[in-house]
């Protein structure tokens, strides 16, 4: 069993950043893809970003593109989600999650093939 920890929630103003952290408890840290997915009130779940198990691999939905980063250290067992020029539709509770049993180089978009999930961690963005 693998276990999710997300940082405590944030508030932060239209336009400011703010930086996510999962820690995982699982021992082959290196072995999992990981990602990021948020709900927003009212709104299904949606995919943000994931990265593959090497590290080197990402994918970004597109109104998170070229404001999110997602990242990986692997001596911490943390993944991690940068958030800069936050606009008040990325308010939503994120959660982090990380999949099993995967190839090293690829990024995996569906939700429901993740094995692990976080509690949730609630982002707001004040406008």
């Known amino acids: 069993q693998v276990q999710l920890v997300e940082s405590e929630r944030g508030v932060v103003q239209a336009g400011g950043s703010l930086r996510l952290a999962c820690a995982s408890s699982?021992?082959?840290?290196?072995?999992?893809?990981m990602g990021w997915f948020r709900q927003a009130p009212g709104k299904e779940r949606e995919t943000v970003a994931v990265?593959?198990?090497?590290?080197?691999?990402?994918y970004y939905t597109d109104s998170v593109k070229g404001r999110f980063t997602i990242s990986r250290d692997s001596a911490k067992n943390t993944v991690y989600l940068q958030m800069n020029s936050l606009k008040p539709e990325d308010t939503a509770v994120y959660y982090c999650?990380?999949?099993?049993?995967?190839?090293?180089?690829?990024?995996?978009?569906?939700?429901?093939?993740?094995?692990?999930w976080g509690q949730g961690t609630q982002v707001t963005v004040s406008s």
């Open positions: 999650a990380a999949k099993g049993s995967v190839s090293y180089y690829n990024v995996y978009t569906s939700q429901r093939s993740y094995d692990y």
């Open positions: 699982a021992l082959a840290f290196r072995s999992y893809a």
């Open positions: 990265v593959s198990a090497s590290g080197g691999n990402t």
